[in-house]
């Protein structure tokens, strides 16, 4: 879902302007920063999901909207997969939400608290700064590349013989069991921040200069 088809409010506040707010104000610095990549509705998990934006830097970091007109039934399930993901989270909280919402949250997740101005406008304030996540799950965090950018690691590491005709899940399985997951995640964030513009494997592309830059880096 784009920013401009969402529709919910919080308070006379709209989900998008909250989103808009969020890019504007508390992400200025990692746009401006040409070593970061900031995505809307990243996909998790071979797809079961989508962060609402996410940054990718020295680290993977989820921002994650819940309005006031919002539920937050699905938070739990959300907080099982990225935390599997992200490491770091923050949710992005209506204050009506905000007591129900930190019961869900693990310790290390940040909280940023919406509330709305005189002029109908969004504020955000932080409530607390996200930590480390300390439970990434190697598998999950593989499955955030795309096929060939498993392949290319995995030629780089000499572990591809036999592999080229497999699925992606096995790329996978052995990216996860093979490589030290500080690596892989260094790895897998290089090659999301090489990719064009895209929204997945299917309708995008790695540049060949990203291609060039991955092998080189799988290698150092």
């Known amino acids: 879902m784009t920013i401009d088809k969402i529709e919910k409010r919080v308070g006379t506040v709209r989900d998008r302007e909250i989103r808009q707010t969020l890019h504007a104000k508390v992400l200025r610095k990692f746009h401006a920063d040409p070593r970061t990549r900031v995505f809307d509705e990243f996909g998790l998990c071979t797809g079961l999901t989508r962060v609402d934006v996410a940054v990718v830097n020295g680290a993977l970091h989820g921002f994650e909207i819940k ?32 007591d129900a919402a930190r019961s869900l949250l693990p310790r290390w997740w940040g909280v940023i608290v919406v509330t709305c101005s005189k ?52 790329l996978w399985e052995i990216l996860a069991r093979e490589i030290k997951l500080n690596e892989l995640c260094w ?18 592309f790695v540049t060949p200069r990203g291609v060039e830059n991955l092998q080189i880096l799988a290698q150092i």
């Open 187 to 204: 790895l897998v964030r290089q090659a999301i921040k090489n990719r064009g513009e895209w929204r997945d494997e299917e309708s995008s």
């Open 67 to 98: 309005s006031d007109q919002d539920n937050l039934s699905r938070l739990p399930s959300q907080v099982c997969l990225y935390s599997k993901v992200l490491d770091f989270s923050t949710l992005v909280v209506g204050e009506s939400h905000l």
């Open 119 to 170: 002029n109908n406008t969004p504020i955000l304030k932080w409530e607390r700064r996200s930590c480390h996540n300390p439970s990434l799950d190697p598998l999950s965090v593989a499955q955030l590349l795309w096929r060939r950018e498993a392949l290319l690691i995995l030629e780089a590491h000499s572990l591809s013989k036999g592999l080229r005709a497999k699925p992606r899940n096995v």
